[in-house]
């Protein structure tokens, strides 16, 4: 059984991931500048951000976000109202992955074919 928790204009959504603090998924537009938040049994999204877009990946840590962004060439952190160049020229970095316990960003490039990991502070 599928069910459909929305529909609308998300710019080609790609990443997605849960931000426990503010219990709501944050969404990544590839084709547009904005990351959307959703909640559960809300019937639309809203934008929460505007940036550099072509977001492909989206991982929450604490109070911060770090995006992939395929128009960028790069990992933004998202944070204070900020959005900060942090790793820069990537190839193609896709949907990324995060290691919590010892602050790693997980890379993967689907151009080069690629898993690139990262220490962030």
């Known amino acids: ?38 909640r559960p049994g809300q019937k639309t999204a809203e934008s929460v951000w505007t940036g550099v877009g072509g977001y492909d990946g ?17 990992v933004y952190e998202i944070a204070d109202g900020h959005e900060t160049k942090v790793i820069a020229g990537l190839t193609t970095p896709a949907t990324i992955g995060f290691d919590g316990a010892r602050k790693r960003l997980l890379i993967p490039s689907f ?4 898993l690139q990991i990262w220490t962030v502070k």
């Open 111 to 114: 151009e080069a074919n690629t």
């Open 1 to 38: 059984m599928v069910t459909l928790a929305f529909e609308g204009n998300l710019e080609a959504p790609s990443g997605i991931a849960w931000d426990g603090a503010k219990q709501q998924f944050l969404i990544a537009s590839l084709q547009g500048t904005h990351i959307y938040a959703w």
């Open 58 to 74: 989206i991982v929450v840590e604490g109070a911060r976000w770090f995006v992939s962004s395929l128009d960028g060439r790069a």
